[in-house]
């Protein structure tokens, strides 16, 4: 199979469903979002982080192929077809375990923070702006375009980002910088 089709020369893209949609269509815009998330969520990685940060990213970004199928999916049925791009409760569920287990390894917050830090602290600061920009952009597809439980993913997975940055930075020994 080749990487180039063609297809995409005139401006338009294809959705799951066989629908021909312009690039800067919404829903692709979202999708951009969240491949462009899974891509510094690999960068993050190759930055270097400890193992269990490093498996817990990797199954972030297959939560991400999940999620962006969903998203190329106007019609809802992929995830019918396809187990592994199904996201479920259980997922959003695990995402707050995460959030847990992460706080009670780092001093509670009790100011804002500038973004920065050690180079994994950072780039996930950069990865959980990306992650409100997608969450920005789903929510503009309207109420019924998505299933609810995409918003509440991409909403928890944003603040788990956050809370593993700060994880990163201490790790690190690198200090907040208090705004």
């Given at each position: 199979?080749?990487?180039?089709?063609?297809?995409?020369?005139?401006?338009?893209?294809?959705?799951?469903?066989?629908?021909?949609?312009?690039?800067?269509?919404?829903?692709?815009?979202?999708?951009?979002?969240?491949?462009?998330?899974?891509a510094?969520?690999?960068?993050?990685?190759?930055?270097?982080?400890d193992?269990?940060?490093?498996?817990?990213?990797?199954?972030?970004?297959?939560?991400?192929?999940?999620?962006?199928?969903?998203?190329?999916?106007?019609r809802?049925?992929?995830?019918?077809?396809?187990?592994?791009?199904?996201?479920?409760?259980?997922?959003?569920?695990r995402?707050?375990?995460?959030?847990?287990?992460?706080e009670?390894?780092?001093?509670?917050?009790?100011?804002?923070?500038?973004?920065?830090?050690?180079?994994?602290?950072?780039?996930?600061?950069?990865?959980?702006?990306?992650?409100?920009?997608?969450?920005?952009?789903?929510?503009?597809l309207g109420?019924?375009?998505?299933?609810?439980?995409?918003?509440?993913?991409?909403?928890?997975?944003?603040?788990?980002l956050?809370?593993?940055?700060?994880?990163?930075?201490?790790?690190?020994?690198?200090?907040?910088?208090?705004?």
């Amino acid at each position: 199979m080749k990487i180039y089709t063609r297809t995409g020369d005139s401006g338009e893209t294809g959705l799951f469903d066989g629908t021909r949609v312009s690039k800067h269509d919404l829903r692709v815009e979202a999708y951009g979002d969240v491949d462009e998330l899974n891509a510094v969520l690999g960068l993050v990685r190759a930055a270097g982080v400890d193992p269990d940060l490093d498996e817990r990213l990797q199954r972030l970004q297959r939560d991400l192929f999940a999620l962006g199928s969903r998203l190329a999916d106007p019609r809802h049925r992929i995830a019918e077809r396809v187990t592994k791009a199904a996201l479920v409760d259980e997922d959003v569920t695990r995402l707050e375990a995460w959030i847990d287990e992460a706080e009670a390894r780092i001093p509670p917050l009790r100011r804002f923070i500038l973004p920065g830090g050690s180079q994994a602290g950072a780039l996930l600061h950069v990865a959980r702006t990306i992650c409100r920009r997608a969450e920005r952009r789903i929510v503009s597809l309207g109420q019924d375009a998505v299933d609810p439980g995409v918003l509440a993913y991409v909403n928890r997975l944003s603040d788990l980002l956050f809370v593993l940055a700060r994880l990163a930075n201490a790790r690190a020994g690198v200090a907040e910088a208090e705004w």
